[in-house]
Nanobody, 117 residues
Framework: QVQLVESGGGLVHPGGSLRLSCPASACPFSIYVMAWYRQAPGKQRELVATITSGGTTTYGDSAKGRFTISRDNAKKTVYLQMNSLKPEDPAVYYC???????????WGQGMQVTVSS
C-alpha cells in the first residue's frame, strides 16, 4: 500500500482557485498512475483527473478546461490545480495511486474543498 496525504484544500469563493498536493510514499513513484477523485454528499465518487508516469492526462467532464493535473516524479507528488471553482465543485477530494500490475489502488484520507461566497 502507498501512503498518500492530501493538502491544499479549504474554503474558496466561486471563481477562485486552489492547488491540491499529494506526496506519496510509493517507490518507485514513477510506475504509478496517479489520479484525483471527488465525492460530494449523497453522490458516488467520481473521477476528476488521471496522469500516467509519462505525463498523459485524462479529465472527467466536470474538470475539463478548469482543472490541471500534474506530477513531479522526483518529489513523488501529484498536484491538482483547480481554477474557476463553481458552487457544484465542493466535495471531499481523494488522491489515488494505481499500480497496473496487480490492479492495486491506494487512497488518501480525503480532503474537503468548499466553494462558498
Amino acid at each position: 500500500q502507498v501512503q498518500l496525504v492530501e493538502s491544499g484544500g479549504g474554503l474558496v469563493h466561486p471563481g477562485g482557485s486552489l492547488r491540491l498536493s499529494c506526496p506519496a510514499s510509493a517507490c518507485p513513484f514513477s510506475i504509478y498512475v496517479m489520479a484525483w477523485y471527488r465525492q460530494a454528499p449523497g453522490k458516488q465518487r467520481e473521477l476528476v483527473a488521471t496522469i500516467t508516469s509519462g505525463g498523459t492526462t485524462t479529465y472527467g467532464d466536470s474538470a475539463k478546461g478548469r482543472f490541471t493535473i500534474s506530477r513531479d516524479n522526483a518529489k513523488k507528488t501529484v498536484y491538482l490545480q483547480m481554477n474557476s471553482l463553481k458552487p457544484e465543485d465542493p466535495a471531499v477530494y481523494y488522491c489515488n495511486a494505481y499500480l497496473i500490475v496487480g490492479s492495486v489502488h491506494s487512497w488518501g484520507q480525503g480532503m474537503q474543498v468548499t466553494v462558498s461566497s
